[in-house]
């Protein structure tokens, strides 16, 4: 990650004010700070950082569920992950409805360690990923120029050294997209898309069998195993998302397609290994 990477903070705790503008200043990350009144989280919404830190503060208080829905809003609209810190030590619980848009849940008070981790799963492995589709594109390259000497020089040509390539069996390929189940990161068209969680774990699942059409609560369970309260309307609202990155008109979807009365399939070629 780069200097513009941006942290924001929603609390009111000046411990974990302290403590993250320190973490920022270190790693030089670019850190904003905001309290849980609607005003401060409103500036918050037009810096758009790259990932939101939420404390418990804001949930324990029942007066400040609208700004709590808000946080959810922009999120969800922005593509804004939300990491949520739970204090371990207070019986607050998290709404229902929260766990199917907060990307991940923190103990608090937070530890650095636990934070540089999450961020480093969360970000840098789209980094790793597109590093290693070079580094294959450069072993084809090589491979194709091995082939044309070995054509000229009239020799036969030995393929042992393709089938020694070390593998990728964490990759597959359902043309035109290519998914990395390790870094959770789908190219289309060799182009990158930002996906979130949901919306990784909804692409992969019609990716895996592009031959089935998946039921609609079987999307939902597959997504949300442990909410029991998650809807057809969450559901929904991901495949409208996941859709606006995808389709050139959402509305009129050529890849994900709808089976009326049953659910959604993947409308490509047959899955193929990337090696």
């Known amino acids: 990650m780069n200097t513009n990477f941006r942290i924001g903070l929603i609390s009111d705790d000046p411990y ?79 709404p229902n409805e929260a766990i199917c848009w907060l990307d991940a849940t923190l103990d608090a008070p937070l530890d650095v360690n636990q934070l540089k981790d999450y961020l480093h799963n969360k970000f840098k492995l789209h980094h790793r990923f597109i590093q290693e589709k070079r580094n294959h594109e450069r072993r084809a390259v090589f491979d194709r120029r091995m082939l044309k000497s070995e054509h000229q020089n009239g020799s036969t040509y030995n393929n042992q050294s393709i089938k020694n390539l070390p593998s990728n069996d964490h990759c597959f390929m ?63 609202q991901y495949m409208h998302l996941l859709r606006k990155k995808i389709e050139d008109d959402p509305n009129n979807p050529q890849w994900i397609l709808t089976v009326k009365g049953f659910g959604y399939k993947l409308n490509v070629a047959a899955p193929s290994k990337v090696n």
């Open 174 to 236: 359902v043309e035109p997209f290519q998914i990395d189940q390790r870094s959770k990161s789908v190219l289309f068209n060799g182009k990158l898309l930002n996906l979130t969680r949901k919306e990784y774990e909804l692409f992969e699942l019609l990716a895996k069998d592009i031959d089935r059409v998946f039921m609609t609560n079987e999307i939902i369970n597959h997504l949300w195993p442990e909410n029991n309260r998650a809807t057809k309307s969450d559901l929904y």
């Open 16 to 94: 974990h004010q302290g403590l993250l503008k320190g973490y920022c200043q270190a790693h030089r990350y670019k850190f904003f700070e905001s309290t849980t009144d609607r005003e401060s989280i409103n500036k918050m919404i037009q810096i758009q950082p790259n990932i939101i830190i939420l404390t418990d503060s804001l949930v324990q208080n029942q007066d400040q569920k609208s700004n709590f829905d808000l946080i959810r809003d922009m999120s969800v609209n922005h593509q804004i992950p939300v990491c949520y810190l739970r204090d371990i030590n207070k019986a607050t619980s998290l």
